[in-house]
């Protein structure tokens, strides 16, 4: 553990909890940040307290500004933000509701079961660029975000902010997760609460080049780091369960995909020494 800085020493960034110790700390601060319900948050430890809360960075920086109050602290950890709606939806949701899954205009929707499971709405070579996970009930998401080139420049797991470039900016409001680079250009924009996952920015690229970037409306295959084209249309509700694939086939010729997808791209482009 290391103090956030040195004059605020009884805040400290928790960086050695185990799994279960993450899970209970979700739990209890019902999934999102304790001022604002941000499902993107760091684990911290609170002034004389062994149980680790969820503070997005927006609030984190605010803390270390002292625009809020160690008061204000005690007051969101003792009642946090997500315990506090009553109109808005938060993160918990009924098993036997379905969650829509929206990228671009191209909609499916995850069911999970009581006990919980995954949902990959995006997924490249093997690897989970955008997952929904359910835990007994409540929902949290994964994602890596990249930049045109494939290098990672963000990544969350189960809401834990464990990769982000510095003074890049985070905001949540009315359920919509923005995130902005230093020049403050969104990067990534997401609707993100228990009923509905709505993602409309983001580059989701692997370091190949193959991937998927959403603008908007369009959702648009990448392969080799060129366009392999556009969705652009609603899919069939209920139709899949799975997201958005690609599977660069000649590449990795032995993966394995899991599950059903909407959408599957397959490289068609023959490399050096492939069969002809």
């Avoid at 009923?195 to 370091?207: N, P």
């Avoid at 694939?245 to 993966?255: D, S, T, V, Y």
Wanted: hydrophobic share 35%; aromatic share 12%.
């Amino acid at each position: 553990m290391q103090p956030i800085e040195a004059h605020k020493p009884d805040l400290t960034l928790a960086t050695d909890l185990t799994d279960q110790q993450k899970l209970e700390a979700r739990q209890q601060c019902f999934y999102g940040c304790v001022f604002c319900g941000s499902p993107v948050f760091r684990y911290y430890f609170p002034p004389d307290s062994l149980s680790a809360v969820l503070i997005c960075p927006l609030h984190t920086k605010q803390l270390r500004s002292t625009l809020l109050s160690a008061s204000t602290l005690v007051e969101r950890i003792n009642q946090p933000f997500n315990q506090q709606r009553v109109n808005k939806p938060g993160f918990s949701f009924d098993p036997n509701r379905r969650v829509q899954v929206s990228v671009g205009m191209n909609t499916v929707y995850a069911d999970f079961v009581p006990s919980g499971g995954e949902q990959y709405c995006i997924w490249v070579n093997g690897q989970e660029l955008f997952t929904l996970h359910s835990e007994s009930g409540w929902l949290c998401f994964s994602f890596i975000l990249s930049d045109t080139t494939g290098q990672v420049l963000i990544r969350v797991e189960k809401g834990e902010l464990q990769r982000s470039p510095d003074q890049w900016e985070y905001s949540y409001e009315v359920n919509t997760l923005k995130i902005r680079d230093q020049q403050r250009r969104l990067q990534f924009t997401a609707q993100l609460c228990n009923d509905r996952v709505l993602l409309t920015k983001g580059h989701f690229v692997d370091s190949f080049g193959d991937g998927f970037v959403v603008e908007g409306n369009r959702v648009i295959a990448m392969l080799d780091g060129q366009k392999g084209g556009q969705y652009m249309h609603r899919i069939e509700p209920g139709r899949y369960k799975g997201g958005w694939a690609l599977f660069n086939k000649i590449r990795h010729p032995e993966l394995v995909m899991p599950g059903n997808f909407a959408f599957v791209c397959a490289a068609k482009r023959k490399y050096p020494g492939s069969e002809r």
